[in-house]
């Protein structure tokens, strides 16, 4: 078409050259078209190739993320309280079992399968389960801390409760009290009232001795505060506490005395009541300085 063109003349030389330069444009056009359409096309190629590494990378993520879960789900169970009582073991078949360490039977367990629920069962239920070992705890290290029973201990903890909360003896006779310490301890064995009765009194006999000994040991003076006072029926009792400095220097203030003093509450009738508690508690060969408050004639 181009060669008919500039072969028809000069006069139409004109219109060959635009038709020309026409077609060269329009193949510039699409040359430039098919330029253009090759790199997009390498884009694309690029993108998709790093959303598929994106994606890949995604998916490793997720896959160490469940691993990880997995393996401290399974650190979870190989830690249960029941471990300390099975042994883990395989049978001849390659099977995972848990051996108890009392009865020395085969029980189901899996790391991958089958919980401790059905260990715990057994572990509750085992006839040659030491009953003592229900009431201990494990450390950090997962080993059974010793929880026996001692009941002169217990009798001990509940006498210094009673008198430090000013408890009424039938304290220990509590329906309540009673399932709490049966909870803590199934071993544990109840007191009465009249038990509880003696131990309080057997406790302060023995503080009394115990404060005896040391009273006599001391180096220096024991002084002494007196209060006397009137109950709401006229009846007066009187209060002797001893004050002293110990070897290591430090102040002490233990009640002596606490008893009733009848009226009249004269000078020589407290001095007599003063002189036969220092005389009971071993101290009238002591320094002894007193000073009484509140003492009505």
């Given at each position: 078409?181009?060669?008919?063109?500039?072969?028809?003349?000069?006069?139409?030389?004109?219109?060959?050259?635009?038709?020309?330069?026409?077609?060269?444009?329009?193949?510039?056009?699409i040359r430039g078209g098919r330029k253009s359409s090759r790199p997009t096309?390498?884009?694309?190629?690029?993108?998709?190739?790093?959303?598929?590494?994106?994606?890949?990378?995604?998916?490793?993520?997720?896959?160490?993320?469940?691993?990880n879960e997995m393996e401290n789900e399974k650190e979870g169970r190989q830690w249960s309280d029941v471990w300390p009582h099975f042994t883990k073991i395989r049978n001849s078949n390659?099977?995972?079992?848990?051996?108890?360490?009392?009865?020395?039977?085969?029980?189901?367990?899996?790391?991958?399968?089958?919980?401790?629920?059905?260990?715990?069962?057994?572990?509750?239920?085992?006839?040659?389960?030491?009953?003592n070992l229900r009431t201990k705890k494990l450390d950090a290290e997962a080993k059974l801390v010793s929880g026996k029973y001692d009941h002169v201990v217990f009798k001990?903890?509940?006498?210094?409760?009673?008198?430090?909360?000013?408890?009424?003896?039938?304290?220990?006779?509590?329906e309540q009290v009673r399932e709490t310490w049966k909870h803590l301890n199934p071993d544990v064995k109840f007191i009465c009232r009249n038990t509880a009765k003696a131990e309080v009194y057997r406790f302060y006999e023995n503080e009394r001795e115990t404060l005896k000994r040391e009273l006599?040991?001391?180096?220096?003076?024991?002084?002494?505060?007196?209060?006397?006072?009137?109950?709401?029926?006229?009846?007066?009792?009187?209060?002797?506490?001893?004050?002293?400095?110990d070897r290591n220097w430090r102040l002490n203030s233990k009640i002596l005395t606490f008893c009733a003093l009848p009226p009249p509450h004269t000078g020589m009738n407290v001095a007599l009541k003063l002189l036969?508690?220092?005389?009971?508690?071993g101290l009238e060969k002591k320094n002894v300085l007193s000073h009484i408050r509140q003492c009505y004639k």
């Open positions: 078409m181009i060669q008919s063109t500039l072969d028809g003349g000069i006069g139409s030389s004109s219109k060959a050259s635009k038709r020309k330069t026409k077609t060269k444009s329009i193949h510039f056009t096309q390498s884009n694309g190629k690029k993108k998709k190739k790093i959303q598929e590494e994106q994606l890949d990378s995604e998916g490793e993520f997720e896959e160490d993320e469940m691993e390659g099977e995972e079992k848990a051996k108890c360490n009392y009865c020395k039977n085969d029980y189901a367990w899996s790391s991958h399968g089958h919980g401790t629920s059905g260990l715990r069962r057994h572990r509750d239920r085992c006839k040659l389960f030491p009953r001990q903890l509940v006498t210094k409760t009673i008198i430090q909360h000013d408890l009424p003896y039938s304290y220990v006779e509590y006599a040991s001391l180096p220096g003076r024991v002084s002494f505060t007196s209060d006397l006072w009137s109950s709401l029926k006229r009846e007066g009792y009187m209060c002797l506490t001893a004050h002293y400095i036969e508690s220092v005389e009971e508690w």
